[in-house]
């Protein structure tokens, strides 16, 4: 029938509307009865339904801060959590279970979302609004005139920034810092495991302006969780690990959030060559910590940032903005995502190692970089 209908409209010469009254799963009994589980599912068995992924044991981010979410509001009346339909996607479903009076979910409205959420704001209310990443681009005025310029205690808790692999370019979280960055008022995080995302959704909740946190989609770092979250600092780093002063050339990561690991590995391919290196988890893409930036800077060879965004106007770019105003001259290799729509892969690891988001190819570009430094000192030639 639906296909004859169509047949028919396209035949016709004026505007047809065709209204068609969908269900998800129809024809698989089990997907009829688990809707939201089935809206996206990873390799399960036909016959039972249940998922034959293989437990890490690691939970992923969105449980992290499902449970971090019903703790606080326990201990925080004021906070309540807001969804755009993905209470499960988000984590917001344990808040849903556990305290139905403080949840909110506005239905795939991300404006209203947004829009809801500031008004909850000007009455007391400190919302966390729970949003992925590519979906809060269609609240982005929203954001700009409704929040922001207000100075309203909105907490955006971005899932999915990075990439989602299995989902495809339509939910690739890759632009967030970019579009965020540029907007007054608003505070940028990005955890480098959970027990970070609990310690910056906690100091979110004790921040009256507005706060985004931009965290990946799957398992966590397997870090354990602290029973008190820690308070931290606006804008400052941290550092894991500063030069030693035994080797040379002298090489700085900045690395934010779930590119550390990343970070490590390569400063280690470098220090079982001679190279010292240095290590600073960002934290934060908004504000930057510009004295530890700049420090380190002043000290080094080349420095490398690292994100899980697009390079074009990303965090890297904002290094780079930094070091111009400080008149910092310092060679600065940039390892993000390329100016394109990334593709559908079956993992994450699949697009970095296509786009060279991987230790090898930032151990190769450090080594590149130096080069041609060198060879350009050689022939007399300043280098900038």
């Known amino acids: ?55 890490t044991g690691i939970p992923t981010y969105q449980e992290v801060f499902g449970e971090a979410m019903v703790r606080l509001c326990k201990k925080d009346s004021t906070l309540v959590g807001i969804t755009a339909a993905m209470p499960s996607g988000t984590g917001l479903k344990a808040l849903e279970k556990a305290m139905p009076d403080r949840f909110f979910d506005v239905g795939i409205a991300e404006e209203h979302a947004v829009l809801f959420a500031a008004g909850m704001a000007t ?53 967030d810092i970019s579009y965020l960055r540029c907007v007054p008022n608003i505070i940028g995080m990005a955890p480098s495991n959970e027990d970070e995302l609990v310690d910056m959704l906690f100091t979110a909740t004790l ?36 030069f030693s002063g035994r080797g040379s050339p002298k090489v700085t990561f900045i690395s934010l959030g779930n590119m550390l690991n990343i970070a490590k590995r390569s400063a280690q391919s470098l220090e079982n060559e001679g190279f010292d290196c240095a290590i600073i988890n960002a934290r934060f893409f908004k504000p930057l910590d510009e004295e530890t930036f700049s420090f380190y800077a002043q000290n080094s060879d080349v420095v490398v940032t690292l994100e899980d965004n697009v390079l074009a106007g990303g965090f890297g770019s904002a290094v780079l903005e930094l070091f111009s105003d400080r008149r910092i001259e310092v060679p600065v290799v940039r390892v993000g995502w390329p100016d394109k729509f990334i593709e559908h892969a079956s993992t994450v690891d699949d697009l970095r190692q296509k786009y060279g988001l991987t230790p090898d190819k930032t151990v190769e570009l450090v080594k590149s970089v ?11 030639i300043a280098v900038i």
């Not at 269900?23 to 399960?44: L, S, T, W």
């Not at 600092?233 to 550092?239: C, L, N, S, V, Y």
Request: charged share 20%; with cysteine; aromatic share 8%.
């Open 207 to 242: 921040t009256r302006h507005p706060v985004c946190i931009r965290y990946p989609r799957g398992a966590a770092e397997g870090v354990p969780i602290k029973e008190q979250p820690a308070v931290l600092e606006i804008g400052r780093a941290q550092i894991i690990k500063g």
């Open 1 to 55: 029938m639906l296909i004859s209908t169509l047949e028919f409209a396209k035949s016709c010469e004026e505007p047809i509307v065709v209204h068609v009254l969908t269900q998800k799963g129809r024809g698989y009994q089990i997907a009829i009865n688990q809707p939201e589980k089935f809206h996206g599912v990873g390799p399960y068995d036909i016959k039972t339904g249940n998922s034959t992924e293989i437990k």
């Open 370 to 380: 130096l080069k041609k430094d060198v060879e350009t000192s050689q022939k007399g």
């Open 123 to 175: 009455m007391g209310f400190h919302p966390v609004v729970a949003i992925y990443s590519t979906f809060l681009q269609r609240a982005y005025d929203c954001i700009i005139h409704d929040v922001a310029l207000q100075d309203l205690p909105v907490i955006f808790c971005m899932d999915r920034a990075g990439l989602s692999a299995n989902d495809g370019p339509t939910h690739h979280g890759l632009f």
